[in-house]
């Protein structure tokens, strides 16, 4: 029998970055307002306070802040005739588990678009004409980077971003990066302090040409109070920290940016072990009633609201509108349909590895984004229809940990056990760097999402199913960034340099980690028949149903998308609090 509670005015799906923005927001308007958590409650304090937080093994190893398969996965593909498999292990990518989500375990890289990427089809048709692929299919955002810029500015002073600027309001800033679009405001804090391995490929990239500067990141580099009332201690470079929860107070993220703050409105509750089934539709099909989910001890429960925002991962935010029947699934024979469509990765290989016998890096000392990087191949510096693909990307050195069962990079030829790896081990652990790459990856018309035929979860419902493998466009990409990388390291001289490239016709393998960008899949847009949200993330068919995150973008940027997630929710909130809370319809 399933329970009916009390009508509540907002219910949010997820408390993640998106989750806690959109209840805090919300809440200082006076809402009655719910969140629904399927996984547990975590805060800094137990759950990652010191000693705990330093555990290699439970972290790094064993993903204890990511999702279990055996309670949550979906199959995954690489082409429309395969048979697809179950995600049993966790390898390619780290969805997030529990109250923070995978804002708990990121790196807190804190990018902005380029302008360009949000007009992507737009961009590429006018500067080189008819070059996008038939089976590319990119589009535009339905929202401009002006647009979005306040809104950046917001999420960055919310999650406490430390960087450089490049470019205020049009006045160019040494030692920032020189191609970023305007901002109006400096970050909130300078950047972090740089390790070696970063002077030394900043002074190399200087004397080839090249402009480097700092990674921006929601990293604290001195004591800092948000907006919120959240306090931040400066990090202390402890090397715990991708995959981990900070111990320390200094990395942004749901628990030290926003939680306790909007624990405090009394409008505003949240249950976790609470795992939403469906969404529900109202007779006319035109809104949606509210949620239905299961609790802990196996009630079914639904919640009326008149306002649902669906702020999940991207997966499960895409599963949920499947499973609910909200909007046409994407057909990829057909292209017709939305629901699923443009599913999209980041494209990204391993990092190339320089071992200088001579030189000590204290790997140790490290923040998930200590790095220096240069934009110089970036999106709109390419020439597409000369290079044969389109995309950007970044190159970067970074040093995050030291951990030595998780990073043990050594050179090529060394057995991976055994006495000869005990001497390698020896020998060149703390005198090894890396460059790496971080790409756009475009849409295509074979890359989508629907539910699978066969696997079923726990409650009967059908898994996600992923389609998605690399293509030529992607392959040219990053060996065209590769080759730039070799470059750099040649500039510098290793005593041994172990490349990474990314080899023709190369297929995705989900076994090993890359990144946890996963994006797409209910997308944005300004044409109904091409996009499942509008520009503002409301659904087109359920004027009540908003749904931000990563599943809003069309394709893939070349940057972390975790700023553009911030941006794009307060946008969505603006819409929200001035005009649709006051005159509930379509805004478009």
């Avoid at 306070?49 to 204890?64: N, V």
């Avoid at 004409?129 to 955002?141: A, E, F, K, L, N």
């Avoid at 609910?324 to 980041?346: D, F, K, M, T």
């Avoid at 069962?405 to 050594?410: C, N």
């Amino acid at each position: 029998m399933t329970i009916t509670k009390q009508k509540k005015d907002v219910v949010i799906i997820g408390l993640g970055w998106v989750g806690s923005i959109v209840g805090i927001e919300l809440a200082k308007e006076g809402y009655d307002i719910l969140a629904l958590e399927r996984g547990e409650d975590q805060d800094t304090v137990p759950d990652w306070a010191y000693p705990r937080a330093a555990d290699e093994l439970k972290f790094a190893i064993r993903l204890e802040t990511a999702v279990r398969p055996s309670n949550h996965t979906l199959t995954i593909r690489r082409g429309l005739n395969e048979v697809a498999l179950p995600y049993r292990q966790l390898g390619s990518f780290l969805p997030g588990f529990g109250v923070g989500g995978a804002g708990v375990h990121w790196n807190a890289q804190t990018w902005r678009a380029h302008p360009e990427e949000l007009i992507l089809r737009s961009y590429v048709e006018h500067t080189f004409g008819d070059i996008i692929p038939d089976d590319m299919t990119v589009q535009d955002w339905g929202v401009t980077y002006d647009e979005l810029e306040s809104h950046y500015d917001m999420f960055e002073k919310v999650a406490g971003v430390a960087g450089t600027a490049g470019n205020i309001k049009g006045r160019m800033i040494e030692g920032g990066n020189p191609f970023e679009a305007w901002r109006t405001n400096d970050y909130p804090m300078p950047a972090q302090p740089q390790t070696y391995n970063c002077r030394l490929f900043s002074d190399t990239v200087k004397e080839m040409g090249y402009h480097p500067f700092p990674y921006p990141a929601a990293i604290a580099s001195q004591s800092y109070v948000n907006p919120y009332g959240m306090q931040m201690g400066p990090c202390n470079f402890c090397g715990f920290c991708e995959r981990f929860g900070c111990l320390n107070y200094s990395k942004g993220s749901p628990q030290v940016s926003v939680l306790a703050a909007l624990k405090r409105y009394r409008n505003f509750e949240y249950r976790t072990k609470s795992d939403v089934l469906r969404i529900e539709k109202a007779k006319d099909n035109k809104t949606v009633t509210g949620v239905t989910y299961v609790t802990e001890t196996g009630e079914e429960v639904f919640q009326p609201a008149d306002l649902v925002i669906l702020a999940g991962f991207m997966i499960n935010n895409v599963h949920l509108l499947l499973t609910s029947g909200l909007g046409q699934p994407y057909n990829p024979y057909s292209g017709e349909g939305v629901i699923g469509r443009n599913y999209a990765y980041q494209t990204i290989v391993g990092e190339s590895q320089l071992f200088f016998k001579n030189t000590s890096f204290n790997p140790f000392i490290g923040s998930g984004a200590n790095g220096i990087c240069i934009d110089d191949f970036g999106f709109a510096r390419i020439d597409f229809a000369r290079e044969g693909f389109i995309g950007g990307g970044r190159i970067a050195t970074t040093q995050t940990n030291g951990q030595p069962v998780h990073s043990m990079p050594l050179p090529d030829g060394i057995p991976q056990w055994g006495a000869q790896w005990k001497e390698a081990v020896g020998t060149w652990y703390g005198h090894s760097m890396g460059i790496g790459q971080h790409c756009s990856n475009m849409a295509y018309r074979d890359a989508y999402l629907d539910l699978d035929p066969t696997y079923k979860d726990k409650y009967g419902r059908p898994l996600m199913r992923m389609t998605f493998n690399w293509h030529d466009n992607d392959i040219r990409l990053s060996q065209y960034i590769s080759r730039r990388i070799d470059k750099i390291a040649e500039h510098m001289e290793p005593d041994v340099y172990k490349p990474s490239i990314m080899p023709d016709n190369n297929i995705y393998d989900v076994r090993p980690y890359q990144t946890t960008h996963t994006v797409g899949g209910a997308i944005m847009g300004e044409n109904r028949r091409r996009s499942a949200l509008n520009r503002y993330l409301q659904h087109w068919d359920y004027h009540n149903l908003f749904v931000p995150g990563a599943n809003a973008f069309p394709q893939n940027l070349q940057q972390n998308p975790t700023g553009t997630i911030g941006a794009l929710t307060y946008w969505m909130i603006e819409a929200l609090k001035t005009d649709y809370l006051k005159n509930p319809r379509p805004l478009v």
